[in-house]
């Protein structure tokens, strides 16, 4: 892609064409996105995975997925394979498949080579030493007392670290720049840590594990990284990511940092949706309220909304908070256009049309996508018993209720008009089913005496219906800015514990009984809604709603 084709690039994009026009690396582009597999991906994944697949697309370069796998502790071979479906789901695919810990006998080699260097050193302080050693912004650091060590001495007692001579905690390994830096990540950083752990890759071939500064770089750098694309906290950690290639004389790859994605009333790094998921406050990572990719897809989201929200959204260099809405817009944009139009009585409501014959029923003609003609149309069963929405019936309406109400005229959805004309309720007044008469002539929907009615609504038949439980899904947070939820327990608070509604005895029109859960449809005048993967047998449909029509919760805040 040439700057001309494109003039309006975001700034990332800029720095990709201007080292492509400079000649820089040959003018070859590569990128690698590269998650910790301590989680599975969320929304802000898909903003790092567009950026970084999408820029390798554009500008005909490659993106490597690379698993930063230092951490054994936290990771997990779940957690690899679902980050791999992931990316592949959002439409992505790698040119190269690593693993940091693929790395680690080369990166071992290099940390010999900086202690050979007199640029690291063995540290056998207490870890509180060490942070305390460290000075603040204002103040400088303290030489450790073990700073000074030989060579000889240093390559012994890490060779001994690296054999499992010692126990966790006991030494650590320090590249050796300068305590009164004020760049505080330039402060002695760590290299390696003890840790008798085993990881799911490497198993216990190894007792000591790079920290993510050191494996970060060197890793992009044997990957040939070219522009190593990662978020605004890790601007400080550039100047150590740049004294590691200097040092050790390597591929000099280059970091450049973009601002992450928050969103509103949404929960976003792997360690507190994890949380959520131990709390049992969600029914797992794929919980359709959840913003990874798992609950986002099971949710309803297809990849395309995702992309195109990735898009939308930009690339910048500040640190903002996106609204949940533009999200939901990105996802009700592509499911106008793709999803089919379906009937579904979320309330049901009882109606009988007493002068349709008792016994008979009839197939009428729905079109399946009004936005999309490919889609064809289907055959909904009419007969004398329906169920309407009891939203949809009101005994004293105003006159701007342009619904069912005692003796005025509605049009039923690619049906009939009908017209009620008696109440029946229960013992305790509640209403229970409404009797109406249908006019034959109006079959499709249009009078041909050319009467006119205000409303239409939606139904199904009674005896043709299906049951199913539907969702109702809101915002898991009541707080909308995530960064006012301190740390530590306090998100348990800022729960919405109204986020998920059940309703136990929807009625559908059959043909949703085969729905896949790959898609969403629409139900009518209702929102998108899709079969929930894990739990819609043909015994039992369960249903999701996706998104509403509209953006109700926008609405419903202005009244409050
Ligand atoms: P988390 O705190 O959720 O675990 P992380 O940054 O530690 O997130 P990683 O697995 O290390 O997660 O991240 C992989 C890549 O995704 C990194 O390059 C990271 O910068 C990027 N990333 C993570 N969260 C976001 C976000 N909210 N917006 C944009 N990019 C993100
Ligand atoms: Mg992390």
């Not at 009164?180 to 760590?190: G, K, M, Q, V, Y």
């Not at 200097?246 to 970091?255: M, T, V």
């Not at 792997?270 to 998921?277: D, M």
């Amino acid at each position: 892609m040439s700057t001309e084709e494109a003039p309006k690039l975001d700034f990332m994009r800029q720095i990709v064409a201007d080292s492509i026009a400079a000649g820089t690396h040959g003018g070859r582009v590569q990128t690698r996105f590269p998650p910790e597999p301590n989680g599975y991906l969320h929304i802000g994944h898909a903003k790092s995975i567009c950026l970084n697949f999408g820029i390798a697309r554009e500008f005909g370069g490659r993106c490597n997925l690379r698993f930063d796998d230092t951490n054994p502790t936290k990771e997990d071979v779940e957690y690899v394979d679902s980050i791999k479906e992931d990316v592949r789901w959002l439409g992505f695919e790698w040119d190269e498949l690593h693993f940091a810990s693929d790395y680690f006998e080369q990166l071992y080699d290099w940390a010999v080579q900086l202690i050979k260097q007199g640029d690291a050193y063995v540290d056998s302080q207490s870890l509180e030493a060490i942070r305390a050693g460290r000075g603040t912004a204002t103040e400088p650091g303290i030489n450790s007392p073990f700073r000074d060590r030989s060579v000889e001495e240093n390559l012994d007692l890490f060779a001994r670290m690296q054999a499992g001579e010692f126990a966790d905690g006991e030494h650590v390994l320090r590249a050796k720049i300068d305590m009164a830096s004020t760049h505080l990540i330039l402060r002695d950083p760590l290299m390696y840590r003890i840790r008798h752990a085993h990881h799911h890759r490497t198993g216990d071939t190894w007792c000591i594990y790079p920290m993510y500064d050191y494996a970060h770089g060197q890793s992009d750098s044997l990957e040939q990284v070219t522009h190593s694309i990662c978020t605004l906290e890790f601007e400080t950690h550039r100047v150590l990511y740049d004294w590691f290639v200097e040092k050790l004389g390597i591929f000099p790859s280059h970091q450049y940092e973009f601002a992450r994605l928050n969103l509103t009333y949404c929960l976003m790094s792997k360690r507190r949706l994890l949380e959520l998921v131990e709390a049992d406050v969600v029914s797992g990572w794929d919980d359709p309220r959840m913003p990874t990719l798992r609950g986002l897809r099971r949710r309803g989201y297809t990849p395309e909304s995702l992309r195109n929200f990735c898009h939308d959204i930009g690339v910048t260099r500040y640190n903002g908070l996106t609204d949940m809405v533009v999200l939901e817009n990105a996802l009700r944009h592509d499911l106008n256009k793709r999803a089919e139009r379906r009937m579904a009585v979320l309330n049901p409501l009882k109606v009988v049309i007493t002068n349709y014959p008792e016994g008979e029923s009839e197939l009428l003609e729905a079109v399946n996508n009004p936005e999309d003609e490919a889609a064809g149309k289907r055959q909904v069963p009419f007969s004398r018993e329906l169920y309407i929405e009891r939203d949809d019936f009101m005994e004293d309406a105003p006159k701007k209720f342009f619904r069912l109400a005692p003796d005025r005229e509605v049009r039923l959805r690619w049906a009939y008009f009908v017209k009620c004309n008696e109440v029946i309720k229960d013992a305790d007044g509640n209403i229970i089913e409404l009797r109406c008469t249908y006019d034959p002539e109006t079959k499709g929907g249009n009078a041909p005496d050319g009467r006119k009615v205000k409303g239409t609504i939606h139904w199904v038949s009674a005896q043709h219906a299906v049951s199913a439980e539907v969702r109702l899904y809101d915002y898991l947070l009541k707080v909308e800015d995530p960064a006012d939820i301190p740390e530590g327990d306090a998100w348990r608070e800022a729960l919405n514990e109204n986020s998920l509604q059940v309703l136990a005895d929807c009625k559908l029109e059959p043909s949703l009984a085969e729905v896949s859960s790959d898609m969403a449809v629409q139900f009518e005048r209702l929102g998108y809604f899709i079969a929930d993967s894990q739990d819609s047998t043909p015994e039992k449909l369960v249903f999701n709603r996706t998104v509403t029509l509209k953006d109700a919760w926008a609405k419903e805040q202005k009244k409050g």
